[in-house]
Nanobody, 113 residues
Framework: QVQLVESGGGLVQPGGSLRLSCTVSGTIFGIYMAWYRQAPGEQRELVARITTGRSTNYSDSVKGRFTISRDNVKGAVYLQMDSLKPEDTAVYYC????????WGQGTQVTVSS
């Protein structure tokens, strides 16, 4: 089974930045990848996705503030998050898109003053 390990979360003030990383135990060549998030009491939502050709798509709530990228050689996916808002507080997960192999433990992002 593919294993996904997310890292890079933490506590940050509003307006701050974080860079999340995700490492995948298998290859991501030819695979669309995505970041999701789940806030307390909410359903998991798709935040950003990236195609094999590095085309990207974002949810309206993060467009212009978040950037997804990938390194196929390293088997890694990244999420640069800028201008963070309290409503970005959630556990962030990466996986393939559109039918997730599995879910990692995620990384907690808390935006608070």
């Amino acid at each position: 089974q593919v294993q996904l390990v997310e890292s890079g979360g933490g506590l940050v003030q509003p307006g701050g930045s974080l860079r999340l990383s995700c490492t995948v135990s298998g290859t991501i060549f030819g695979i669309y990848m995505a970041w999701y998030r789940q806030a307390p009491g909410e359903q998991r939502e798709l935040v950003a996705r990236i195609t094999t050709g590095r085309s990207t798509n974002y949810s309206d709530s993060v467009k212009g503030r978040f950037t997804i990228s990938r390194d196929n050689v390293k088997g890694a996916v990244y999420l640069q998050m800028d201008s963070l808002k309290p409503e970005d507080t959630a556990v962030y997960y990466c996986t393939n898109y559109p039918s997730p192999w599995s879910w990692g433990q995620g990384t907690q992002v808390t935006v608070s003053s």
